[in-house]
Each structure stands twice: as structure tokens, then as C-alpha cells.
């Protein structure tokens, strides 16, 4: 178990050296693909070659490797997948869980599948888990006993300005977050570039609020470029690009952890998180907007504080942040279970049993996720998972999503049924 801060090197330096040490091919999992992307870019560059020789990478719809690939980059769900088809890992020596602090449903599953797995078929199989916060105990236990490699931090001191919105002025409504919060964020990011030096990364909850940030800062005479994971990897590789002159990025929580945006000396923090949350009354999990945990929040304004000294503007006042939530909830305590559910049956484990999860399911939740999938023929009676069940779990998405396409595409053909099905995925709020 490895507990570092943010931008201490430990994406970097120890995939290196745990492959060295177990040989073989490594496997490193990243919560998400623009992490995987550049940790990969970075790994490779460090060792003076092109991505796709000793370091590749897969995420969904994009692989770079080769036979000499012996450092693998991955997301957290593409592993899944590949584990739920190859549980014996075939090749790999070690997988290396980045950025396990996040509780993320899939990290969650990950690791427990994985403890599954060499406790049952792979002895040999090197586990190592990376956090950037205070959990490394819990996790450490999880993995046996593992002991904890603390490093401490190396950062810069970075100064905290509180700058809450006007009187009046709520961050967020029925409708979503309110225009006249994203143009005070705006006009912080304004203020930070007149008093502050460097380059300014800016939170903000999701892409649109991304883009309206964006286009509010038109006319600052410094570049504006958008980071989120709707983007194509070109976009999203030239936010991540060093460049003379001065720039704001504008991203979501793609940029809170994983990723280095060179150049940063300023942080403007919204305080705002998009998580998924569970609706019992409509029976379909979504994307909420929520304020950001005191953790989260001290992880942003941590990314100022890499180069040198920094700054963080906090777009809420110094008495709000003592009433924020310590940590973000875990995913499972709150998320709909619906694939989780299916991973699960498809493990052979229906109820979890055996399994080493830091937390466990909500009964309840469980149970109407158990309900859903009986509905969509995905398990029989006894949980088990059917052959259409196991069909709806190869595509990474929401198992009634799934079943739609699959179903629609025989009735009105793949593409037709692919538009109503992202339609609705976008409308449900699955989309940030």
C-alpha cells in the first residue's frame, strides 16, 4: 500500500519498479481513460520511447501495445471486463490500483475480485494500492496486512483566498448550477490572473459548465482551453501540452487527481462534484450536482502547489467549508447497484459473499438491483447470471441501457437505436 500526496511521482515511479521487481507485464488501472492516456504518455516519455513499446495503454475503443509491452495502463472498468473473461490474468504479474481513494463502484469491485482471485487461482500475483489520502489503513488491511509505504508530501504552500459568491446568488438550483454562479466563477478566474502569476486551472462540476466558463472568459488576451472526458484525445492532449504564453484550463474532476496540467501556479475551485446518486422514485441511477468534500477540495487547490508557491480562490466562504463532508461518499453507499449487481452474478458471487469489499452493499439497494436485473432476464431466480445477462455485461454501460440496445438494434437497426439510447442516457443525467 502506497500513500502519497498528489504530484509526488507515484504514477510514475512505482509501476517501474514493481515490474522490475515481479517481471512479467504490469497492469496499472486509472479511474479514468484521459488518466490512462497520460500516464502512459508519461511513463513512456520518461523512458525516451513512443507509447506502445515497453509502456501501452487500453481504454475503451483505443489500445496502444505491443509483445514488448511490459507496463500496462488501464481504466479501472476495462480490467473488469477483462478479468470477468480471464480470471487467471494470464500474463500478468501484477496490477498496480492507482488512485483507490476515489471508491469509485469499479475500483471497489476491482480489488475485491482481485483479492478473489489470488486468494482462489494466482498466489503469485502482486497487489499494490495507491491513495492520495488518509484511508491507506483500511485498504492496507484489506490486502492482508499489507504494510504502508507513507511519502510524505512535497508540496508547495499555496494560499487560500475565500471568495464566496454575491448575496443571492446560489450555486445551484432546480435547474442545475445557476448561470449567475458560473459567471462569479468566472469573474474570480479574472481576479486570480490579475493579482496572481502563471497558468490557472479552474473546477467546475461538468462539460457544460465547462464550455459556459469557457466562453465567459472570451477576451482575457490569454488562451482558454476546455479539459473533460467528452473531448476527443486531441483536445484533450492539448490542455495537457506545455505552451509559451499564459492559459486558463477549464476541466471537471478529470484534472483533481492522475493528471499533471503543466505550468499551474493558481487554482479557482467552484466546490462543486458531480457524483452518481441512486433515485428510488424513478428506480434509475443518475448524476447529481453536490458540494465537493473538504478532502476533494484540498486535493484541487493542492495542484497549485506543484512548480512553487500557489494560490487557491475558493468560490465559497471560509464558514461553508466547515460544513462540508470530510470525504466524498463511497460510490457503493450511494450509486444505483444495477451493474454492480450484474458484475457480481456474472462472478458467481450474487450476494457479495466472500468477497473483500471495504464497504458493503446497502441491502436494499442490492435487492432492487437484484429486481431490475430478474425484470430485464439478465439473472433467474436464484441470481445466477443467464446468457442475456452475460451479454448486457460485456457492454460497459447501464445494464437496462444495454438491454435497449441490444433489443433496438434488431427492431430499428444499430445506429438508430445506439441515437435514442444516448439520448436517453443524456437526458437521465448519466452524462456530466
Do not use: N
Not at 468566472?186 to 486551472?201: I, K, P, Y
Request: hydrophobic share 45%; net charge neutral.
Amino acid at each position: 500500500m502506497v500513500q502519497a500526496p498528489p504530484g509526488s511521482g507515484k504514477t510514475t515511479l512505482v509501476p517501474p519498479a514493481v515490474a522490475l521487481a515481479a517481471g512479467g507485464r504490469v497492469v496499472v488501472t486509472q479511474p479514468r481513460r484521459i488518466a490512462a492516456r497520460a500516464a502512459a504518455a508519461r511513463l513512456a516519455h520518461l523512458l525516451g520511447e513512443s507509447v506502445g513499446e515497453t509502456v501501452g495503454y487500453a481504454v475503451r475503443g483505443d489500445r496502444r501495445t505491443s509483445s514488448s509491452t511490459r507496463i500496462e495502463v488501464v481504466t479501472s472498468g476495462l480490467l473488469l471486463r477483462r478479468l470477468q473473461a480471464d480470471p487467471g490474468l494470464d500474463g500478468v504479474s501484477a496490477v498496480v490500483l492507482d488512485e483507490v481513494h476515489e471508491r469509485a463502484l469499479d475500483s471497489d469491485l476491482l480489488l475485491a475480485l482481485l483479492l478473489d482471485v489470488r486468494g482462489a487461482l494466482r498466489e503469485d500475483l502482486a497487489l499494490v494500492a495507491m491513495s492520495a489520502t488518509v484511508e491507506a489503513e483500511r485498504f492496507a488491511a484489506l490486502l492482508g496486512g499489507a504494510p504502508v509505504i507513507d511519502v510524505p508530501g512535497t508540496l508547495h504552500p499555496v494560499t487560500t483566498s475565500w471568495a464566496g459568491p454575491p448575496p443571492g446568488v446560489l450555486p445551484v438550483d432546480d435547474r442545475g448550477v445557476t448561470p449567475a454562479f458560473l459567471a462569479h466563477v468566472a469573474a474570480t478566474v479574472r481576479r486570480a490572473l490579475a493579482e496572481r502569476e502563471g497558468d490557472v486551472l479552474v473546477f467546475v462540476p461538468g462539460a457544460r459548465e465547462v464550455d459556459r466558463v469557457c466562453r465567459a472568459l472570451v477576451g482575457t488576451g490569454v488562451d482558454v482551453l476546455a479539459l473533460h472526458g467528452r473531448l476527443d484525445a486531441a483536445a484533450q492532449d492539448d490542455a495537457l501540452r506545455e505552451r509559451p504564453g499564459r492559459r486558463v484550463v477549464v476541466a471537471t474532476a478529470v484534472a483533481e487527481s492522475s493528471l499533471t496540467v503543466p505550468g499551474v501556479r493558481v487554482v479557482v475551485d467552484a466546490g462543486l462534484s458531480r457524483e452518481p446518486r441512486y433515485d428510488a422514485g424513478r428506480g434509475l441511477g443518475g448524476l447529481v450536482t453536490v458540494r465537493v468534500s473538504r478532502a476533494a477540495a484540498d486535493q484541487r487547490a493542492g495542484r497549485a502547489g506543484r512548480l512553487g508557491p500557489g494560490a487557491a480562490y475558493r468560490c465559497w466562504s471560509e464558514a461553508d467549508h466547515a460544513h462540508l463532508a470530510a470525504h466524498p461518499a463511497p460510490e457503493i453507499a450511494v450509486a444505483d447497484l444495477t451493474g454492480l449487481a450484474l458484475d457480481l452474478a456474472v462472478w458467481g458471487t450474487p450476494d457479495a459473499a466472500g468477497l473483500s469489499l471495504l464497504d458493503p452493499p446497502p441491502s436494499a439497494a442490492l435487492d432492487a438491483a437484484r429486481r431490475t436485473l430478474r425484470d430485464l432476464g439478465a439473472v433467474d431466480a436464484d441470481g445466477r447470471a443467464t446468457d442475456r445477462g452475460r451479454s448486457l455485461a460485456d457492454v460497459p454501460a447501464d445494464p437496462r441501457l444495454v438491454r435497449a440496445l441490444l433489443d433496438g438494434a434488431a427492431l430499428v437497426g444499430p445506429r438508430l437505436a445506439a441515437e435514442v439510447v444516448a439520448f436517453i442516457r443524456h437526458a437521465e443525467g448519466y452524462v456530466p
